[in-house]
């Protein structure tokens, strides 16, 4: 079974200070990893992904996520917190044993409530 | 805006009963996700349909079916409800394997 962590219920940082929102994963085979962004009242929206490639991932609203295979983390980060950036965050693993073959199906964590204080 | 339209936005109903949750995704998506979220479970992965076929199975009850028609819109149709099957059900679509999934702003449900 693949699985995704999230340690942190809630984090808590000053407007302007950098964030990390903290993702950590396992899988059988090679990871699919995605961070998406859920504001009250609202549906998932995409931030970033990681098929391949550079370990360092950008995104939209100046987002970026570090790939780690060695500690199986994929930790998202921003330089400056906006208050505009608070809302839950759900980091996401492709799983590949579900059923039906080649599904494409997103595992998802428990999500992380990022609070940006002025 | 997604472009993924949920219906309704929040449904009322009582135990034993059975309602349907309808999802019209991004146009050109032929994939369709269902999610239920809830307070102690998160977000958990139900059912995936692919251009009308099913695809791939997730946490999903027997109580609970789901269906994608000829116009790829789905449905997902839940029976004998519980007190705790009150949870946000949200639908998504993608256009393909390795693209991102575009979630609509999701049915609330409350069985009382």
């Known amino acids: 079974a693949q699985s995704v962590a999230q340690p942190e219920d809630q984090v808590n940082v000053a407007e302007g200070n950098p964030l990390t929102v903290k993702c950590t994963y396992s899988?059988?085979?090679?990871?699919?990893l995605f961070w998406y962004v859920q504001y009250p009242n609202r549906g998932l929206q995409f931030l970033l992904k990681y098929i391949t490639g550079d370990n360092l991932v950008k995104g939209s609203y100046g987002f970026e996520a570090e790939f780690n295979k060695s500690q199986t983390s994929f930790h998202l980060k921003k330089p400056s917190a906006l208050v505009s950036d608070s809302a839950l965050y759900f980091c996401a693993v492709r799983d590949i044993t579900l059923s039906g073959g080649g599904a494409d199906g997103l595992t998802f964590g428990k999500g992380t409530h990022l609070i940006i204080q002025p | 805006d997604s472009g993924v339209t949920q219906t309704p936005k929040h449904l009322i109903t009582a135990t034993g009963q059975r309602v349907t949750l309808r999802c019209s995704p991004r146009s050109g998506d032929l994939s369709v996700y269902w999610y239920q979220q809830s307070l102690d479970q998160g977000l958990q992965f139900l059912i995936q349909y692919y251009n009308g076929e099913e695809r791939a199975k997730g946490n999903i009850l027997e109580r609970f079916s789901a269906q994608q028609f000829p116009d790829l819109h789905s449905e997902l149709n839940l029976s004998s409800l519980e007190l705790g099957d009150s949870a946000l059900y949200f639908c998504?679509?993608?256009?393909?394997?390795?693209?991102?999934?575009?979630f609509g702003s999701g049915t609330q449900l409350s069985v009382l």
């Open positions: 998504a679509s993608s256009g393909g394997t390795y693209e991102k999934l575009f």
């Open positions: 899988v059988s085979g090679n990871p699919y």
